[in-house]
């Protein structure tokens, strides 16, 4: 989510209120299909700004069905089975379910910076990893206060449901984090605010 949290920190100072929640939910097959639940939590103003697509080699934050639809068919694997948008107060709430004939097909979904999102193999047990990073070191700390403030209310969540059990891992600060363990599903939540702040790195890993 590298990538993700540096457009969203440098828009967010350019604009001073572009805030945006992240839910993501993982349903795996035991054949290695599946899907995963996107919810896009973007405030009006943020969503004043159109396409954020400085980038034409990577999926960016999605503005509305159109961006949406554009990321999606750069990735491979992957198919866009359902889209809804509408207004929730102050928000713009775009949900969106993809199907994925491998699970890795959807790391960039995770991950539009890459690296930052990798799958991996530990004995039997496959290892979904996801880092991130805090506060870019260059943006002036005032207005990263300010931009932390108008963040408050916003989280990003990430939640893996799989055919046997599923375990988090975690390394790094815990300052925000809340973790949910249910035996084949696990899942965490983060304030938003925690990434507008410096030392803030954080590594979780999904054993499943």
């Known amino acids: 989510m590298k990538y993700f949290l ?3 920190t440098v828009l967010s100072v350019g604009f001073l209120c ?3 929640g992240l839910r ?3 349903v795996l097959n035991a054949d290695g299909t599946g899907r995963i639940s996107l919810e ?3 405030s009006r103003q943020f969503e004043a700004i159109g396409a954020l697509d400085g980038n034409t080699g990577r999926p960016t934050v999605p503005a509305g069905r159109a961006d949406f639809e554009r ?3 750069r990735l ?5 089975s359902s ?3 509408a207004e929730e107060g102050r928000d713009l709430v775009n949900k969106a379910v993809v199907s994925f004939t491998r699970l890795e097909n959807i790391l960039p979904l995770l991950d539009s910076g890459g690296g930052g999102a990798t799958l991996s193999r530990e ?3 496959q290892l979904l990893r996801v880092r991130f990073d805090s506060a870019r070191q260059d943006i002036d700390p005032q207005l990263l206060a300010l931009v932390e403030q108008l963040s408050l209310g916003y989280t990003i969540a990430l939640s893996l449901s799989a055919p046997g059990d599923v375990k988090l891992r975690v390394k790094g600060d815990r300052e925000d984090l809340v973790i949910e363990e249910s035996g084949r599903k696990a899942g965490f939540s983060l304030a938003l605010s925690r990434f507008f702040r410096p030392g803030k790195e954080l590594e979780l890993e999904f054993v499943f």
């Open 6 to 8: 540096q457009v969203l």
């Open 71 to 73: 990321s999606i068919k």
């Open 123 to 125: 004995g039997d047990r």
């Open 76 to 80: 491979e694997g992957l198919t866009l």
């Open 24 to 26: 993501s939910d993982i």
């Open 83 to 85: 889209f809804s948008s």
């Open 40 to 42: 896009y939590r973007i």
């Open 18 to 20: 572009s805030c945006v």
